[in-house]
Nanobody, 120 residues
């Protein structure tokens, strides 16, 4: 059983910074992608950033240049450094672990989410 535990959300003023962390535990396949998604009421969950076990990163256009994703593979932990935050970044942020066991079988695990509020 895989568990993801997020931390680091909270209230921050526009222009401020926050750092999210997500620790994964359990039976984790070594080849995987960890990432962050976010969701606001009435909208679909959207990708924020991902990082593969090989270190390749991918960002949503809306956060490029402001957010940085990183991971500590030994600790199965992923981080999201968020700088120059804007009110539109307000959302519940979810940690994701994607495991491609093979070409036909893959699995996604999700954390419970952490709320980020950007407001004066």
């Amino acid at each position: 059983q895989v568990q993801l535990v997020e931390s680091g959300g909270g209230l921050v003023q526009p222009g401020g910074s926050l750092r999210l962390s997500c620790a994964a535990s359990g039976d984790i396949f070594s080849i995987n992608t960890m990432g962050w998604y976010r969701q606001t009421p009435g909208k679909q969950r959207e990708l924020v950033a991902t990082v593969t076990s090989g270190g390749s990163t991918n960002y949503a256009d809306s956060v490029k240049g402001r957010f940085t994703i990183s991971r500590d593979t030994a600790k199965n932990t992923v981080y999201l450094q968020m700088n120059t935050l804007k009110p539109e970044d307000t959302a519940v942020y979810y940690c994701n672990l994607h495991i491609p066991y093979n070409e036909m079988v893959q699995e996604d695990f999700w954390g419970k989410g952490t709320l980020v509020t950007v407001s004066p």
